[in-house]
């Protein structure tokens, strides 16, 4: 190539080299002036706020002060907590437009520490590991909310699975007014105060009352809940209930067929009882059976296994449902990963009234069975003594309604009497209707307890009593934001740790200690080459990747290499 084509090529590379820098310029400059466009490919949008936080972030009409408090150089895992929270906060200032102020505090000195504890974060002791010795240190890792003249404070992050959701409801709370909600009193019901202390702590975006059925209910109420009834309602009880769904309110009923007794001297054990809910429901298409659900496709219970050693057996009572796409697309289902149903009542489904719509929301699989009686025995056992009936599933467990239903009850009880209880024969708007037969997923019971610090950690059972309460009250949002939040399935335990495990159990029952000693043994290796596998895939995921892409690009520096070998100029 002469010189003068070589200046030229020079001269045109240089051209080319600017124009790219001055591109890249502009670009710096545009997404400095704009809010740049993010990309998140996980599956529930783990690193990216949902439509309904942006949305919320971006209606705000005055300015909110988040004060992050973190202490630097925190031990692991909560060392990683700060970039976390930092990027997530930095997701709301950049959805509202200015509206929200974002600020970091290390308190590291008296001062800072003080402000920290006026907020209401404290300080949480960590155990801290450092050349070879066990020390504890204090730190802060806490959020605080300001808006207008009132506060709201997260005192300790825990970590930052479910925060988006914990965030946005803390926004939600101080921007506006709470929904009202009602649950019926009385009937042996659980109350406020005992029973679902832990459901009522969860639901700080709503004004929770216990309503008195035998008064006019007050037509405000966004939803009206029904749980676990154990005594009959009166007839005049339930057309005030009727009365209230046609005059446009929304109704969840969970439970009224079973008692569930847990710590009975026998064991845990369901007792049938009659709640007369069926007259309500009956007219609407869904009816209550009195019968309990078993499934094979269930979750697991502690057993005292042999040598007083505690196994982990199949428990049919408590079925973990298995749900199909549609099912997940409904507000109430959507996206949860194997929800359960413990100790459920089937449903029995008609026709829907005209006008409105009946959805399925969960089924129990094909390898399910009824269990009735006046008392049902609960306790967990080998699986071989779950005796299957001729009542086979699959049943159906959840169903949502909605449209215009036409009142359950044709007359007032007396239309001379002047405590007659009025109704519109059809509703005035459309409603909805939940129901489910049972209530112990929303009872104290099975739900996840407040720690003294921190949030309650979501899970599918809170999601789904969550889901159920912001579907009837119309609250969308936050079940997407919510989806996001529920841990992942968990993994299958390895058929060889089950197998050994029962071949355990069998050699317990016979008396064979020295066959118990060796299935305890396989399960043991058995839990050892699971541990194993996990560390292998652990580990191909962290190498296995970055080596496939540095082998792509050594084969297409070849590649490249051996083309310009070819090329004649």
């Known amino acids: 190539m002469s010189s003068k084509a070589q200046k030229r090529a020079a001269s045109e590379s240089l051209f080319f080299l600017l124009i790219i820098a001055g591109i890249l310029i502009l670009l710096n400059v545009l997404a400095a002036s704009f809010r740049s466009p993010r990309i998140d490919l996980t599956r529930n949008g783990m690193f990216s706020l949902a439509e309904g936080s942006e949305r919320l972030a971006a209606s705000l009409s ?29 997701e709301y200032a950049a959805a509202s437009d200015g509206q929200i102020i974002v600020r970091f505090v290390n308190p590291d000195d008296e001062e800072k520490q003080q402000a920290a504890r006026a907020d209401g974060v404290q300080p949480v002791a960590h155990q801290k590991i450092e050349e ?32 988006e959701y914990t965030i946005t409801s803390a926004i939600k709370e101080l921007v506006g007014e709470r929904t009202p909600i009602g649950i019926v009193g009385g009937h042996g019901s659980p109350t406020l105060t005992q029973g679902l202390t832990s459901f009522q702590s969860v639901l700080s975006l709503y004004d929770v009352r216990e309503v008195d059925a035998t008064q006019e209910i007050d037509p405000n109420l966004a939803a009206l809940l029904i749980v676990g009834p154990k005594e009959a309602f009166s007839d005049e009880e339930l057309r005030r209930v009727d009365q209230y769904v046609m005059r446009g309110g929304s109704l969840g009923v969970f439970g009224g067929v079973f008692s569930v007794d847990l710590t009975g001297q026998a064991g845990p054990s369901a007792s049938p009882v009659s709640s007369r809910l069926d007259s309500l429901l009956g007219p609407w298409g869904i009816e209550l059976d009195k019968k309990l659900v078993a499934d094979a496709q269930c979750s697991r219970a502690p057993m005292r296994g042999p040598l007083g050693l505690q196994v982990l057996v199949p428990y049919p009572p408590i079925p973990v449902l298995q749900l199909d796409e549609e099912q997940l697309e409904h507000p109430v289902m959507f996206q949860l990963a194997s929800p ?15 006008g409105t ?17 006046q008392t049902i025995p609960l306790e967990p056992r080998n699986p071989r003594e779950w005796q299957m009936t001729a009542d086979a599933g699959p049943f159906d467990l959840m169903v949502a309604l909605q449209g215009k239903l036409p009142s359950a009850y044709g007359a007032p009880i007396n239309e001379a009497a002047e405590t007659a209880v009025q109704a519109p024969p059809v509703a005035e708007s459309e409603v909805r209707v939940l129901v489910t037969g049972t209530s112990t997923f929303i009872e104290d019971a099975f739900m996840p307890p407040r720690p003294p610090q921190g949030e309650v950690q979501m899970n599918a059972a809170l999601a789904l009593a969550l889901n159920a309460v912001d579907w009837l009250a119309a609250d969308s949002d936050l079940i997407a934001i919510r989806a996001k939040t529920i841990e992942e399935p968990a993994l299958d335990i390895p058929d060889s740790v089950l197998a050994a495990e029962n071949v355990a159990l069998t050699a317990a029952e016979a008396g064979d200690e020295a066959g118990v000693e ?9 839990i050892e080459s ?40």
């Open 357 to 373: 719509v009946l959805t399925v929301l969960a089924r129990s699989s094909s390898d399910s069975w009824s269990m009735e009686g």
């Open 340 to 354: 359960m149903l413990p100790f459920v009542s089937p449903l029995t489904i008609g026709e829907a009234p005209e």
């Open 530 to 569: 699971w541990d194993s596998k996990k560390l292998a895939y652990r580990w191909l995921n962290t190498l296995g990747i970055p080596f496939l892409v540095a082998l792509f690009g050594l084969f297409r520096w070849r590649q490249r290499s051996n083309k310009k070998k070819t090329l004649k100029l």
């Open 132 to 163: 070879d010795q066990v020390a504890v240190v204090e730190g802060y890792r806490g959020v605080s909310l300001r808006y207008l003249d009132r506060s709201r404070t997260i005192p300790v992050i825990q970590d930052t699975t479910g925060l």
């Open 518 to 526: 060796a299935a305890l043994g396989e399960r043991t290796a058995a």
């Open 62 to 90: 005055d300015r909110l002060e988040i004060t992050a408090y973190f202490t630097e150089n925190l031990p692991p895992p909560f060392n990683a907590t700060e970039r976390q929270v930092r990027d997530l906060l930095s």
